[in-house]
């Protein structure tokens, strides 16, 4: 039998964008066919009894991607053999890479060395990162170079391909992040699951992502003291860890927000859920800073399919997971007032969000189904 490694860094219990898409995928698939090398992680342990992959944890992270350092150097060496046991274990034919780097180059390590054929997912912020680097640059060529197929998640990232790094375009196919839409349900306002999540009587704006500076957390907390006057009782929510926390923190302090802001950086797959179904608007305010965009944004998807109304920041794909105007807005977000201008609007009509709403669920269920997705995804990699 023909089996297929798949190589990420990310993946639960690490939360983020292309980890959930693959093990939302890869969970799908005949277990049978398909190994999975993923990175060590807190709670890896007792999240890895849940379930019935065929998992191996390895040592994914580094701090240098480039082969020029000794640290590097070493990274690559030390994932190259503990992969080359598990493709010699496991029977490998074909390797799946989570990103360019790291993954991207190991494949292209194997099929350089052992003609063994590898697809490599891209997902836009990876390649715009390593454009800033001459070495990584020329990595990333290489690995575009030689990969039968690459998967990007949104025509916005398949033209950076094109346009910017000269992908051979015969090789490229879009494949978005999908959603569960059997989990990710709309519900009835519950006053008491909003207890439970600290939002009691709160008009709830939510934010699910890392907290780095492109997901623009920062803008929409600058954009509350507008928003507060129109809407007193408003509560931004935001939901995930990352280096940028100490900074919002501070600035919530400043603004003196301390009521309006809620941090919730550990929440339950279940509370992640409920608070999806319990906000009233979903807002990624997300911008381009450097190189560095947002590839598509699984969290929008998420969001619409609860029948949540959503808006985003006009970076890299977001604007492919919505009908624009329809379920959902583009606002410049790299300034609060037009974030503040278009959540006030909809707040005044409140018939516009359920509509929204509504429409934003059928979207979702009609063309971003995870089924949908795996179906798609299968004819790819065959």
């Given at each position: 039998?023909?089996?297929?490694?798949?190589?990420?860094?990310?993946?639960?219990?690490?939360?983020?964008?292309?980890?959930?898409?693959?093990?939302?995928?890869?969970?799908?698939?005949?277990?049978?066919?398909?190994?999975?090398?993923?990175?060590?992680?807190?709670?890896?342990?007792?999240?890895?009894?849940?379930?019935?992959?065929?998992?191996?944890?390895?040592?994914?992270?580094?701090?240098?991607?480039?082969?020029?350092?000794?640290?590097?150097?070493?990274?690559?060496?030390?994932?190259?053999?503990?992969?080359?046991?598990?493709?010699?274990?496991?029977?490998?034919?074909?390797?799946?890479?989570?990103?360019?780097?790291?993954?991207?180059?190991?494949?292209?390590?194997?099929?350089?060395?052992f003609n063994i054929p590898y697809i490599c997912y891209i997902h836009g912020?990876?390649?715009?990162?390593?454009?800033?680097?001459?070495?990584?640059?020329?990595?990333?060529?290489?690995?575009?170079?030689?990969?039968?197929?690459?998967?990007?998640?949104?025509?916005?990232?398949?033209?950076?391909?094109?346009?910017?790094?000269?992908?051979?375009?015969?090789?490229?196919?879009?494949?978005?992040?999908?959603?569960?839409?059997?989990?990710?349900?709309?519900?009835?306002?519950?006053?008491?699951?909003?207890?439970?999540?600290?939002?009691?009587?709160?008009?709830?704006?939510?934010?699910?992502?890392?907290?780095?500076?492109?997901?623009?957390?920062?803008?929409?907390?600058?954009?509350?003291?507008?928003?507060?006057?129109?809407?007193?009782?408003?509560?931004?929510?935001?939901?995930?860890?990352?280096?940028?926390?100490?900074?919002?923190?501070?600035?919530?302090?400043?603004?003196?927000?301390?009521?309006?802001?809620?941090?919730?950086?550990?929440?339950?797959?279940?509370?992640?859920?409920?608070?999806?179904?319990?906000?009233?608007?979903?807002?990624?305010?997300?911008?381009?800073?450097?190189?560095?965009?947002?590839?598509?944004?699984?969290?929008?998807?998420?969001?619409?399919?609860?029948?949540?109304?959503?808006?985003?920041?006009?970076?890299?794909?977001?604007?492919?997971?919505?009908?624009?105007?329809?379920?959902?807005?583009?606002?410049?977000?790299?300034?609060?007032?037009?974030?503040?201008?278009?959540?006030?609007?909809?707040?005044?009509?409140?018939?516009?969000?359920?509509?929204?709403?509504?429409?934003?669920?059928?979207?979702?269920?009609?063309?971003?189904?995870?089924?949908?997705?795996?179906?798609?995804?299968?004819?790819?990699?065959?």
């Amino acid at each position: 039998m023909n089996k297929s490694l798949l190589i990420s860094e990310i993946f639960p219990p690490i939360n983020g964008g292309s980890g959930r898409w693959f093990w939302e995928l890869y969970t799908r698939l005949p277990s049978s066919e398909y190994v999975i090398a993923v990175g060590k992680t807190e709670g890896d342990k007792a999240f890895d009894k849940t379930h019935d992959l065929n998992i191996h944890r390895l040592e994914l992270s580094s701090p240098s991607w480039g082969i020029k350092s000794l640290s590097g150097l070493k990274f690559y060496w030390r994932v190259f053999n503990q992969v080359r046991k598990l493709i010699k274990q496991e029977k490998i034919s074909t390797i799946h890479c989570g990103r360019c780097l790291p993954e991207g180059f190991i494949g292209y390590l194997f099929y350089k060395m052992f003609n063994i054929p590898y697809i490599c997912y891209i997902h836009g912020e990876d390649v715009e990162a390593a454009s800033t680097s001459r070495e990584l640059s020329w990595i990333v060529k290489k690995v575009l170079a030689s990969a039968t197929t690459l998967i990007c998640n949104s025509q916005n990232t398949a033209n950076l391909l094109l346009n910017n790094w000269q992908a051979d375009s015969r090789i490229i196919k879009i494949l978005n992040p999908g959603c569960d839409t059997n989990k990710f349900i709309p519900a009835e306002p519950n006053e008491h699951i909003k207890s439970k999540l600290g939002w009691h009587n709160k008009k709830v704006i939510l934010t699910v992502g890392r907290l780095q500076e492109r997901k623009g957390q920062d803008m929409l907390i600058r954009a509350i003291p507008a928003i507060k006057q129109f809407t007193p009782n408003i509560l931004y929510a935001i939901i995930g860890g990352g280096e940028e926390k100490l900074k919002l923190e501070q600035l919530v302090n400043e603004l003196n927000l301390q009521d309006n802001v809620m941090f919730m950086s550990e929440v339950s797959d279940e509370e992640m859920i409920q608070a999806y179904q319990q906000c009233d608007l979903f807002v990624l305010p997300n911008r381009t800073v450097g190189k560095d965009i947002e590839g598509f944004g699984m969290v929008l998807v998420e969001a619409q399919s609860c029948g949540i109304p959503v808006i985003a920041g006009d970076s890299g794909g977001t604007a492919e997971t919505m009908v624009i105007g329809k379920t959902g807005f583009i606002v410049d977000c790299t300034e609060p007032q037009p974030i503040a201008n278009k959540i006030i609007e909809l707040f005044k009509h409140p018939d516009i969000i359920e509509q929204l709403g509504n429409n934003g669920r059928k979207h979702v269920v009609k063309t971003l189904d995870w089924q949908a997705h795996k179906n798609k995804a299968e004819k790819l990699f065959s």
